[in-house]
């Protein structure tokens, strides 16, 4: 994996994408199944407090405004000189939540994939006991990061 600094916040697309490929290219070397879905599940659950986090501040963002859009109406109504500020104002945190939802469906979108890795690892585990759950192997989970690598 790439080192990288993380003074700043972890990049978490990139924290995803590393995790991904380490578990492509460890099942290439063969390393266990078992082992990765370890890894994989302490992994996941950290992503998942991450999206209850961003949840959690969606939320409370869309309450500050619709608060925020109270105040702009009240002060565009009765103080008709501000109005141009308030409107830039709210303007501006329109589009910062645009960004931050972006990044949540993101978020959300990974964490989907992310079940889908642990449930492929799951069928291979119970593939080498003898037991087909399900039609994904290790040859799937491999393309699956190639076909996400390459776009």
């Known amino acids: 994996m790439a080192k990288r600094s993380d003074v700043y916040g972890i990049n978490m697309i990139g924290f995803c994408d590393d995790e991904e490929k380490y578990i492509a290219e460890g099942l290439k070397e063969g390393v266990a199944p078992e082992k990765l879905l370890e890894w994989h599940e302490k992994k996941l659950a950290w992503l998942q407090h991450e999206r209850m986090i961003h949840l959690v501040v969606t939320l409370m963002t869309c309450v500050a405004l619709m608060g925020i859009w109270l105040i702009v109406y009240y002060a565009v109504v009765n103080i008709p000189e501000v109005a141009l500020l308030m409107g830039l104002l709210m303007l501006i945190v329109i589009i910062l939540f645009g960004f931050y939802l972006r990044h949540y469906f993101k978020l959300e979108n990974r964490v989907q994939h992310w079940y889908r890795i642990a449930e492929k690892l799951h069928n291979m585990i119970n593939e080498k006991e003898g037991l087909k759950l399900r039609g994904d192997t ?14």
């Open 138 to 151: 290790a040859s799937d989970l491999i393309e699956m990061k190639d076909v996400r690598a390459n776009k």
